[in-house]
């Protein structure tokens, strides 16, 4: 009987490890921001038809990653603004847009896609955009005075620039 067991257990096992995995990882490295439109006028409206700030985050990884209890804030002093909720997926190599409207909420579009709002808006004058993880900071972006519909947007090099062509939800252009 033992050995019944033991010989279906490995059977179980190995058909497990023949199956291709669909799991999501969950490496909060590779999510990065990687644009900010602090003074939005008409670069993008949101499903109400308003036109808050934006953050923009991209998954730099081959694989989809599970941002449940990944942070975003504006700043150090409170870095869990915005935990991200369980099901928010930023797909391999993919952009998630995070409208700062100052009310937070998710909304369920027709697409099924959702629609993230935070509790908070921000700063023309400039300031930050934080990404943390259980207290650690894994991604800081500042940024000063911001012009209206000109975003501040990462280079391929790493460094960050103004953008006067934002491109929310795609490769950003200089």
Not at 44 to 57: F, K, M, N, V, Y
Not at 121 to 146: H, N, P, T
Not at 156 to 172: F, L, Q, V
Request: include cysteine; hydrophobic fraction near 40%; charge should be negative.
């Amino acid at each position: 009987m033992k050995k019944l067991l033991s010989l279906a257990l490995v059977c179980v096992l190995l058909t497990a490890l023949s199956v291709p995995s669909l799991a999501v990882t969950r490496d909060f490295a590779s999510v990065k921001v990687n644009e900010i439109m602090a003074s939005n006028g008409d670069s993008l409206r949101d499903s109400a038809g308003e036109s808050p700030d934006w953050i923009e985050l991209k998954n730099e990884s081959d694989e989809d990653i599970d941002l449940s209890g990944l942070c975003l804030s504006d700043g150090k002093k409170n870095l869990e603004k915005i935990v991200f909720p369980e099901g928010v997926v930023l797909p391999a190599g993919g952009f998630l847009i995070v409208f700062c409207s100052g009310e937070e909420r998710v909304v369920t579009l027709d697409d099924g896609t959702l629609e993230i709002h935070t509790a908070f808006k921000l700063s023309a004058d400039g300031e930050k955009a934080v990404l943390s993880y259980q207290g650690v900071i894994l991604d800081i972006v500042r940024f000063d005075l911001q012009t209206k519909d000109v975003s501040w947007a990462k280079k391929p090099d790493g460094s960050w620039a103004k953008s006067e062509i934002p491109t929310p939800g795609a490769e950003n252009e200089f």
